[in-house]
């Protein structure tokens, strides 16, 4: 635990658990409203977002590459909520062309444009490179307290760390408009609360999220993230605060040992080379999700229910 | 039966032209709502008195939840409009009340039943503003009135039928409203708590408030109500129990769903 | 252009016409199969057996470097990613049925979770001599250039057994897609079918995974249905309509994108079907959104209409500024509000309809009737003269209207 693993290790683990929250708190609600799929529908999406925005600017800058992948995110909720209300196509099918439709026209377009001198490519938007989010400047724990080693942290630590604090703003603002919108829709409209706004409100919140963490981390770990911890943490409680408590716990539990496992796991076992840390994170919150879902308490319906 | 009563009978179901002294809890004017190509509910017009009770009456599928939340602006309108205590709804949201159908949540929700009363509050508290032990008081005294105080930690999705009702009814009482509007409050439960409910709902009426319910169970809109409201698509009749509920008012609404002679004891052999 | 006519009619090499009769395959039995998932509400079902495919791949190519192989046989990989989408599939019903999880989110769940595992399987084959050149990566978004002719065969010949069974099994499986109940009740096996239903969508999956790639595969299961579902509200239309749109794109797909240089199959594909989508949200006759649009706009003037002309004839004052301009581009009342000649006319006659409306629920005391007391409905379409005759009986004269 030295110089070496603040150097190569302490960023990536960062980034990834911020990315981890970052996700999981929408993500919370998501599940509650039986829109989990939207995570996977918006980091489907991020590729033709950010695509188009290499084609506009010209430059692989982060503001338009972020902006282009929110807009994309938007237009595929828009695009979503446009294909079932006017055809009146159930929610899942409507993703599922929005996605699709979407992610083939990103595909294409990078296909046809010569992108071959810069780095996108579909990969990388699937799997991330979180692995090679070093700090290049540490020379060791004492480097946290070095302004000139601080001021080179890779800038994605900055930019999640920022999304993450927001959302932690958002969700504890918006708290009470969420739940009771999320749990009575007609009530929440009785009292005169904006529902579609508020609805709307959390899927553009969700989309900075997996737009912000899709590039560190790719898109796997997007969508694990958006439903792998909310959906452990369901298991564990019947309350909402400690649904969103326990669901933070597992994202980072995920993140740190994920990338743990994927950097020396491979060691251990006497090969020579890292696996994926993006997929092995995934993996790691899906063992979790499957520990829950066996021994969580509170994992099965209870009651008499609504009759 | 000649067409003369007949006729008198749906003269006396227009609704009163002039304006009573002091303005009534709900007024609906010219309400349309559709759900695609044939209405659902068709130009009703509607005026529910302050301090009183009443009910909206009508067969399956005649619009009468359509009406409450379309007057409540809870879905949209084609057509019409609705005041509250002579204001427009949107001035006039806390004074309202509003219980949905048991059935239209999630009851699986990571909630207690506590929480679901605090809901109640929301207005109150506000976005920020902090919980504190006078409201989970208040909230606990209107669990205490529906006689569920002994479940306040309970989660949700562990109550009854019945019991997840009263729980709508505590919030609803948490509010603090003028104007009470419950869809189906009775649809489902058990005999206690239809019991429990209207001793509640009779005590709102007794404080001077207004309670407006969507009720399916013609048996008892006599004992229940003051005030009924005939629906099927079309505003049907309404007025006082005893002179609006009778034999022929309830053969409009229900056409040959009812039986002559069942109409007649609902209505109270009144002819 | 000439090499996209060559493409559609099969002359741009062998491979190439063996590529676009097996999408053409794949993308009808892609649409029947899918037609089964959509009325079951199931669609995004597939996405997650897709998404599971990808560590069966990387197992597959493994265990066969493992036993001594090169690890390219397309046929043992397919099987590979056979297997983990089936657990995916088990995996998905399993959360649904022994924990409080809905659906969507156990999808979720599983899409990801595999697919994380599988790309971690990967970077495995990736560290393997073998495995740099292994092209697994191909099975993402699907890639028909420079394929073999024996995957070429593969394709075309899964492609052919999928539509097989979908012709063996249609009529179990619409009885069972429609009215469970009504089939275990003529001694069918729902569960056995719903299984065979999986299998044929696994098959789909699998089979299409080299040429449209495990993100977008599911687009030759969900869309086609979807297009199918605009033009015909009939379940066995639908199927064959679904198979149609879905052998459609499929073959257009595979045709456009041998044309040309940088036209990836799987994407082309993908994209003359959304093409035909949204072809049918716009213009299908019943469902679109045109015809729904004028629909309504058609509708909400009827009620207003009416409305006003009721307000006529009880002598009310109209405020509507929509009632006051429809009533208006008729000729029912004048710029300033009152009523023309014609207007009251009309006025009369809707009030004496409301009138003979009242006696008729009276008279029939009928169930049927009530619901068609809507206020729109026209009574002479409910009503033979003769009857509205008798109710006219029962009115007396036609009362005229003020203005």
Redesign the interface.
């Known amino acids: 635990m030295g110089a070496d693993f603040v150097q190569f290790s302490l960023t990536p683990i960062l980034i990834g658990s911020l990315a981890a929250i970052a996700c999981a708190l929408p993500g919370n609600f998501l599940l509650l409203r039986r829109q989990a799929l939207i995570g996977d529908a918006i980091s489907h999406v991020v590729l033709p977002g950010i695509v188009v925005a290499f084609l506009v600017t010209g430059t692989l800058a982060a503001v338009p590459m972020l902006l282009g992948a929110a807009a994309a995110a938007i237009v595929a909720v828009v695009l979503i909520e446009a294909i079932k209300r006017l055809g009146r196509i159930e929610p899942g099918a409507a993703m599922g062309v929005s996605f699709t439709f979407l992610f083939a026209l990103g595909v294409l377009i990078l296909e046809q444009t010569d992108t071959s001198s810069v780095h996108i490519d579909v990969e990388h938007a699937l799997m991330g490179n979180l692995e090679s989010l070093i700090w290049f400047r540490a020379e060791g724990w004492g480097s946290l307290f070095d302004p000139a080693a601080l001021a080179a942290l890779p800038e994605e630590l900055i930019r999640l760390a920022v999304v993450a604090l927001i959302l932690s703003l958002l969700t504890w603002l918006f708290w009470r408009p969420l739940k009771i919108s999320t749990f009575d829709e007609g009530f929440a409209r009785g009292l005169g609360l904006p529902v579609g706004l508020i609805g709307f409100g959390l899927v553009v919140t969700a989309a900075v999220a997996a737009v912000a963490a899709f590039d560190a981390v790719g898109s796997i770990i997007v969508i694990a993230m958006f439903i792998c911890p909310p959906a452990a943490a369901r298991l564990m409680t019947n309350d909402l605060a400690t649904q969103v408590g326990w669901s933070i716990v597992f994202a980072v539990l995920s993140a740190v040992l994920g990338y743990v496992l994927a950097g020396y796991g491979p060691l251990w076992l006497g090969a020579s080379n890292a696996v994926s840390a993006a997929g092995m994170i995934a993996a790691v919150s899906g063992v979790i999700l499957a520990l829950a879902c066996l021994f969580g308490p509170c994992r099965a319906r209870v009651g008499v229910g609504a009759g | 039966m000649d067409a003369a009563t007949l006729s008198l009978a749906t003269e006396a179901g227009r609704p009163p032209l002039a304006a009573p002294a002091a303005p009534p809890a709900l007024a609906v004017r010219g309400l349309t709502v559709s759900y695609g190509q044939s209405p659902a509910v068709f130009s009703v017009d509607a005026t529910f008195p302050a301090a009183a009770m009443s009910a909206i009456v009508g067969p399956n599928g005649a619009g009468k939840s359509t009406f409450l939340k379309a007057a409540l602006g809870i879905i949209p309108r084609l057509s019409g409009e609705a005041t509250v205590f002579g204001r427009p709804l949107d001035e006039a949201r806390d004074r309202i009340a509003y219980v949905p159908q048991r059935a239209s949540v999630d009851w699986d929700f990571p909630t207690s039943v506590l929480d679901v009363v605090l809901m109640g509050l929301y207005r109150r508290v506000g976005l920020l503003g902090r919980i504190t032990g006078s409201h989970r008081t208040t909230a606990r005294d209107c669990l205490v009135r529906v006689g569920m105080a002994d479940f306040a930690d309970r989660q949700i999705g562990q109550l009854s039928g019945g019991q997840q009702q009263r729980v709508f009814l505590a919030r609803a009482l948490a509010q603090d409203a003028d104007l009470y509007l419950l869809d189906e409050p009775f649809a489902g439960v058990d005999a206690a708590t239809e019991r429990a409910i209207i001793d509640v709902l009779k005590g709102l009426r007794g404080e001077g408030r207004a309670v407006v319910a969507v009720h399916h169970d013609l048996s008892t809109v006599r004992s229940y109500f003051d005030h009924v409201f005939l629906i099927n698509v079309r505003r049907i009749a309404e007025g006082p129990v005893a002179t609006t509920f009778t034999a022929e008012t309830l053969q409009q609404t229900y056409g040959g769903r009812l039986a002559t002679g069942h109409v007649a004891e609902l209505a109270g052999g009144i002819a | 252009m000439t090499s996209l006519f060559d493409a559609l009619l099969l002359q741009s090499g062998y491979n190439a016409a063996l590529v676009a009769i097996g999408a053409a395959l794949l993308g009808f039995a892609g649409g029947a199969a899918g037609t089964f998932l ?1 009325l079951r ?4 079902v ?2 997650a057996m897709a998404h599971a495919t990808l560590p069966g791949v990387g197992l597959a190519f493994i265990l066969m470097v493992a036993l001594g192989g090169d690890g390219r046989s397309l046929p043992i990989l397919l099987a590979g990613s056979a297997v983990t989408a089936i657990l995916g599939l088990l995996a998905v019903d ?2 649904v049925r ?5 659906e ?2 156990a ?3 599983v ?10 399987l ?3 084959v990736q ?1 393997m001599s073998a495995g740099r050149q292994a092209g697994l ?1 191909d099975f ?2 699907g890639a028909t250039a420079g394929m073999l002719f024996a995957d070429a065969m593969t394709i075309a010949t899964g492609g052919g057994l999928a539509v097989l069974a979908v012709w063996l099994l249609r009529r179990p499986m619409t009885l069972v897609a429609f009215d469970a109940e009504y089939a275990a009740s003529l001694g069918l096996d729902t569960r056995r079918i719903d299984l065979a239903i999986m299998a044929l969508v696994m098959a789909v999956t699998v089979v299409g995974l080299k040429i449209v790639g495990l ?2 595969i ?2 030759l ?3 086609p ?2 297009i199918a ?2 033009w015909t509200d009939r379940s066995g239309r639908m199927i064959w309509g679904a198979g149609l749109a879905g052998g459609l794109s499929g073959y257009l797909g595979a045709a456009i994108s041998a044309s040309a240089q ?3 199959t ?3 594909i ?2 003359v079907a ?1 093409a035909l ?1 949204f072809l049918s ?1 716009l213009l299908a006759p019943v ?1 679109g ?1 045109l015809a ?1 649009l004028i ?1 309504h706009l058609r ?2 003037a009827r ?2 209409r ?2 006003g002309l ?1 307000a006529i004839a009880r002598g009310e004052p109209i405020h ?1 500024p ?2 006051l301009r429809v009533l208006r581009r008729e000729g029912l009342i004048r710029p300033d509000g009152v009523a023309t000649d014609a207007g009251r006319g009309v006025a009369a006659k809707i009030a004496r309809d409301e ?1 003979r409306w ?2 008729a ?2 008279v ?4 049927g ?3 068609r ?5 026209p009574i002479e379409e409910v009503f033979t003269s003769d009857e509205i005759a008798l109710f006219d009986r ?3 004269a036609p009362r005229p209207v003020r203005g």
């Open positions: 959509f509400k199931r669609a995004l597939s996405d399993w959360i022994h924990t409080r999880l809905p969507d989110a999808i979720g769940a899409l990801s979770v595999f697919f994380g595992i599988g790309v971690v990967l970077t495995v560290t990566e993402l978004l993100v977008m599911v687009a299961l969900i869309i249905p979807v579902r605009f940088d036209l990836p799987g994407p082309i993908v994209l959304s989508f949200l469902r959104v729904a629909r509708f909400q009620v207003h009416r409305q009721l509507d929509l009632t009138r009242d006696i629920r009276e029939h005391q009928d169930a009737l009530t619901g007391y809507d206020g729109l409905t029962h009115l007396g």
